[in-house]
Protein backbone atom coordinates (compact mmCIF):
# COMPACT_ATOMS: atom_id res chain seq x y z
CA UNK A 1 0.00 0.00 0.00
CA UNK A 2 1.37 3.73 -1.21
CA UNK A 3 2.15 5.74 1.75
CA UNK A 4 1.94 9.26 2.07
CA UNK A 5 3.84 12.07 4.10
CA UNK A 6 1.66 15.63 4.51
CA UNK A 7 3.47 18.48 5.86
CA UNK A 8 1.49 21.18 7.17
CA UNK A 9 2.20 24.67 8.80
CA UNK A 10 -0.11 26.71 10.01
CA UNK A 11 -0.45 29.78 12.66
CA UNK A 12 -1.52 28.61 16.58
CA UNK A 13 -5.01 29.00 16.58
CA UNK A 14 -5.67 26.77 13.40
CA UNK A 15 -3.54 24.21 15.24
CA UNK A 16 -6.29 21.95 17.06
CA UNK A 17 -8.79 22.28 13.94
CA UNK A 18 -6.10 21.02 11.91
CA UNK A 19 -4.99 18.18 13.53
CA UNK A 20 -8.69 17.49 14.61
CA UNK A 21 -9.31 17.36 10.29
CA UNK A 22 -5.80 15.08 9.87
CA UNK A 23 -6.94 12.38 12.12
CA UNK A 24 -10.53 12.24 10.95
CA UNK A 25 -9.24 12.07 7.08
CA UNK A 26 -6.09 10.11 7.57
CA UNK A 27 -8.03 7.22 9.75
CA UNK A 28 -8.50 4.09 7.87
CA UNK A 29 -7.70 1.51 11.03
CA UNK A 30 -4.67 0.36 9.89
CA UNK A 31 -1.30 -0.33 11.92
CA UNK A 32 0.17 2.44 9.74
CA UNK A 33 -2.21 5.48 9.27
CA UNK A 34 0.91 7.51 10.42
CA UNK A 35 1.08 9.74 13.32
CA UNK A 36 1.10 13.37 13.87
CA UNK A 37 3.95 15.43 15.55
CA UNK A 38 3.41 19.06 16.56
CA UNK A 39 6.54 21.38 16.25
CA UNK A 40 7.18 25.12 16.67
CA UNK A 41 8.29 27.30 13.34
CA UNK A 42 10.89 29.61 14.31
CA UNK A 43 11.12 31.28 11.51
CA UNK A 44 10.04 31.39 8.13
CA UNK A 45 11.74 33.00 4.94
CA UNK A 46 9.92 33.85 1.64
CA UNK A 47 13.00 33.66 -0.48
CA UNK A 48 11.00 35.36 -3.38
CA UNK A 49 10.46 38.85 -1.52
CA UNK A 50 12.37 38.30 1.69
CA UNK A 51 9.25 38.58 3.71
CA UNK A 52 9.98 36.92 7.33
CA UNK A 53 8.06 35.33 9.76
CA UNK A 54 3.85 35.99 9.17
CA UNK A 55 4.47 37.49 5.73
CA UNK A 56 6.15 34.64 4.92
CA UNK A 57 3.74 32.07 6.37
Known amino acids: MPHVTIEV ?3 DDLLDPGITTIEKE ?3 GLRGDGKI ?6 NAVRIETG ?3 DGAV
Open 9 to 11: VCM
Open 26 to 28: AYA
Open 37 to 42: YVSSVV
Open 51 to 53: DHV
